[in-house]
């Protein structure tokens, strides 16, 4: 049994620009988490990475990032899933890390 969450979000910039976003936020990082193996596909319109807590290498959450062109606008839809022996999520980690994910690319892309 795994936790699956899902939440996609509209994006008032060009494609190019949110990808570039994504990408320096999963460099950097969230307070409690790191983001590890990151691999891009689909021509950079899919990206799958783990999410890790930063003192572990056996804990991790896959989640993939999926980018859609909406003419001038992007659409991300982030998925995360936990691994397989995690049969709950009360108090909503999964959902937790794709707000994360949604916020900071918005607070990267109002820099631009």
């Known amino acids: 049994m795994t936790v699956k969450r899902e939440l996609t979000e509209l994006f008032d910039a060009p494609l190019p620009q949110v990808t570039q976003a994504i990408h320096v936020v999963l460099e950097k990082g969230q307070a409690n988490y790191k ?3 990151t691999a891009a596909s689909d021509g ?3 990206i799958e990475t783990k999410i890790s ?3 572990s290498r056996f804990l991790f959450t896959t989640m993939i990032i999926e980018l859609i062109s909406d ?3 992007s659409r991300i839809t982030a998925r995360t899933k936990s691994q397989w022996y995690i049969f709950g999520d009360v108090f909503d980690f999964y959902r937790g890390y794709i707000r994360d994910l949604l916020w ?3 607070q990267e892309l109002r820099k631009v």
């Open 104 to 106: 900071s690319v918005q």
């Open 35 to 37: 983001y590890r193996e």
């Open 53 to 55: 807590p930063l003192h």
């Open 44 to 46: 950079g319109t899919k």
């Open 71 to 73: 003419d001038a606008c």
